[in-house]
């Protein structure tokens, strides 16, 4: 469908990165379920923190489908191309570069969508990543800084000069954070400037959201973001739409628990059941967040300790829902 670098891409649907959501649990779900890539949660670039618990399991990809693309956030070049040579000697196929975050405890680090305010700077990071590595690098940002200082294309082209070999936008500014609908005229301009595969981001839900944001803003491919949390199959059901102009349903209540149990078991595998426990609590909110009686069961959910409980509890609650059928 499009290639970055030497990787061809054959679906037009990206999972997009978000910190805390794209785990490997759920990165390696959404690609089984029909995501054409999928970017990591972001690894800061400061490698003197990498020995944490959180970095360290943001950096393991063990048994992660190629290509395997990593998210890398900073604000200062060496530290970023230093972080680039080291998440390429860990595994990663593909670098991306953070300029899209807008959250505070980022953007005050002057990393993130704050970096859209300093072009030169933006243009010394893009060079000096693309330079320390030999696999593409990618870039994701927002449309600017704030309304009024839409510099999207500009960065494009910055990018397309450095040798960025995709670029992601989401059609907000930083000072929008996720308010408001995200606009996409931004994005069909930076798409009659540059020649590199575009990504069209913000406020894609559903499979004809896509096929017209699409047609809009003349991508490459969408990135979906939050509307797969509790949904990994959307990627999927877009991709189907996409190649064949019918829709896919949702999966039944079965599949659905299926789903969502092998989500539940990888987490507990990955993060051991203390942690799995506590992290699966969000997902199983975001898979039940539309299901009649699901705010008396989160509740319960919430308060159970053990890995075993969990998984009884959703076994239960799809029962007693087949059974109302």
Same mark, same amino acid.
């Given at each position: 469908?499009?290639?970055?670098?030497?990787?061809?891409?054959?679906?037009?649907?990206?999972?997009?990165?978000?910190?805390?959501?794209?785990? +490997?649990?759920?990165?390696?779900?959404? !690609?089984?379920?029909?995501?054409?890539?999928?970017?990591?949660?972001?690894?800061?670039?400061?490698?003197?923190?990498?020995?944490?618990?959180?970095?360290?399991? !943001?950096?393991?990809?063990?048994?992660?489908?190629?290509?395997?693309?990593?998210?890398?956030?900073?604000?200062?070049?060496?530290?970023?191309?230093?972080?680039?040579?080291?998440?390429?000697?860990?595994?990663?196929?593909?670098?991306?570069?953070?300029?899209?975050?807008?959250?505070?405890?980022?953007?005050?680090?002057?990393?993130?969508?704050?970096?859209?305010?300093?072009?030169?700077?933006?243009?010394?990071?893009?060079?000096?990543?693309?330079?320390?590595? @030999?696999?593409?690098?990618?870039?994701?940002?927002?449309?600017?800084?704030?309304?009024?200082?839409?510099?999207?294309?500009?960065?494009?082209?910055?990018?397309?000069?450095?040798?960025?070999?995709?670029?992601?936008?989401?059609?907000?500014? +930083?000072?929008?954070?996720?308010?408001?609908?995200?606009?996409?005229?931004?994005?069909?301009?930076? +798409? @009659?400037?540059?020649?590199?595969?575009?990504?069209?981001? =913000?406020?894609?839900?559903?499979?004809?959201?896509?096929?017209?944001?699409?047609?809009?803003? =003349?991508? @490459?491919?969408?990135?979906?973001?939050?509307?797969?949390?509790?949904?990994?199959?959307?990627?999927?059901?877009?991709?189907?739409?996409?190649?064949?102009?019918?829709?896919?349903?949702?999966?039944?209540?079965?599949?659905?628990?299926?789903?969502?149990?092998?989500?539940?078991?990888?987490?507990?595998?990955?993060? =051991?059941?203390?942690?799995?426990?506590?992290?699966?609590?969000?997902?199983?909110?975001?898979?039940?967040?539309?299901?009649?009686?699901?705010?008396?069961?989160?509740?319960?959910?919430?308060?159970?300790?053990?890995?075993?409980?969990?998984?009884?509890?959703?076994?239960?609650?799809?029962?007693?829902?087949?059974?109302?059928?």
């Amino acid at each position: 469908m499009f290639r970055i670098g030497p990787y061809s891409i054959d679906s037009r649907v990206i999972l997009a990165p978000m910190a805390g959501v794209t785990d +490997r649990p759920f990165r390696q779900l959404c !690609r089984r379920l029909g995501a054409g890539l999928a970017v990591s949660e972001m690894v800061t670039s400061d490698s003197r923190l990498w020995h944490t618990r959180k970095s360290s399991l !943001r950096l393991d990809h063990t048994g992660e489908p190629e290509p395997r693309s990593v998210q890398i956030a900073g604000g200062d070049p060496d530290m970023l191309a230093e972080a680039a040579r080291l998440n390429v000697a860990n595994g990663a196929q593909i670098i991306d570069i953070n300029m899209g975050c807008p959250a505070k405890k980022v953007c005050n680090k002057a990393a993130g969508s704050a970096l859209l305010r300093d072009e030169p700077l933006v243009q010394d990071i893009l060079q000096a990543v693309t330079a320390a590595v @030999d696999v593409p690098v990618t870039l994701k940002i927002r449309t600017g800084w704030c309304p009024d200082t839409r510099n999207a294309i500009r960065i494009a082209r910055l990018a397309e000069q450095s040798g960025i070999a995709a670029l992601a936008i989401h059609g907000r500014t +930083r000072a929008d954070g996720y308010r408001g609908e995200a606009e996409y005229s931004t994005i069909a301009r930076v +798409r @009659d400037e540059v020649s590199i595969p575009l990504f069209a981001n =913000g406020d894609i839900d559903s499979p004809r959201k896509a096929r017209q944001v699409l047609e809009l803003t =003349g991508a @490459d491919a969408v990135m979906i973001g939050r509307a797969a949390q509790g949904r990994p199959w959307l990627p999927g059901q877009i991709d189907h739409f996409l190649r064949t102009g019918t829709e896919r349903p949702d999966p039944s209540a079965q599949e659905q628990e299926q789903i969502l149990t092998e989500h539940l078991l990888a987490l507990y595998a990955f993060y =051991g059941d203390y942690l799995g426990v506590r992290i699966a609590r969000k997902h199983v909110g975001w898979y039940l967040q539309t299901a009649e009686g699901n705010r008396d069961f989160r509740q319960d959910f919430n308060q159970l300790e053990t890995a075993h409980d969990q998984v009884s509890a959703v076994a239960a609650f799809f029962a007693s829902r087949l059974a109302a059928a």
